[in-house]
């Protein structure tokens, strides 16, 4: 990574940190990835190769920079789905300062219905949105990881894990996924299609 991108992100994070603080209502905060994990999983986007890589949940763009500068450099594109217009915004200035922008397709929907439509398959997933949806996304989300070695990731595993108990039960029991939790950040569910 280029050291003007780390000073960036290290900026767009302290300053996101600072505002999620002064915030009484959670909807209102950023809440961005830990840059440890936004760093493992940029990791895995470049080992594996990654081309076709989605992210569910963009709020400013803190991920999304992460996750386009690994695109960049496997040669792939990222589609990042947001349902607040406000964001999309924020994280589109993040990517145009960045000049990052070339390499992801941004989109205003739910994601419920966005993985229902969609008809093909990413290499890596990144689920960091409302975990109340996520075991409605699961039928969904093994249709479009049926590629052998297709990698979801999903954020906030251990800091909320009582809200992501049934999903990762329902990962665990599929067969055809292999999955372990990772104790960096808020906690990492790392599931490989098999």
């Known amino acids: 990574m280029k ?35 936004a760093a493992l999983i940029a990791l895995l986007v470049r080992t594996k190769q990654a081309r076709k890589v989605l992210e569910v949940g963009t709020s400013n763009g803190y991920s999304t920079l992460w996750l386009a500068d690994a695109v960049r450099d496997t040669g792939g594109s990222l589609r990042t789905l947001e349902i607040d217009k406000a964001r999309k915004k924020a994280a589109r200035q993040n990517l145009r300062e960045t000049k990052l922008e070339d390499f992801v397709r941004m989109e205003v929907c739910d994601a419920g219905e966005f993985l229902r439509d969609y008809p093909k398959y990413f290499d890596v997933v990144l689920l960091d949105a409302d975990r109340s949806q996520y075991t409605a996304y699961w039928p969904h989300l093994q249709r479009i990881l049926t590629k052998p070695g297709s990698l979801l990731v999903v954020d906030n595993v251990l800091s909320h894990a009582d809200e992501v108990q049934a999903f990762i039960a329902l990962v665990e029991a599929d067969k055809n996924f292999s999955s372990m939790v990772l104790d960096i950040g ?9």
Request: proline share 2%; net charge neutral.
């Open 186 to 194: 808020a906690g990492l569910l790392l599931a490989s299609s098999v």
């Open 3 to 37: 050291a003007k991108l780390k000073a960036y992100l290290e900026t767009v994070y302290s300053e996101s940190r600072a505002h999620d603080e002064t915030q009484t209502e959670r909807a209102a905060c950023w809440r961005n990835l830990h840059p440890g994990s």
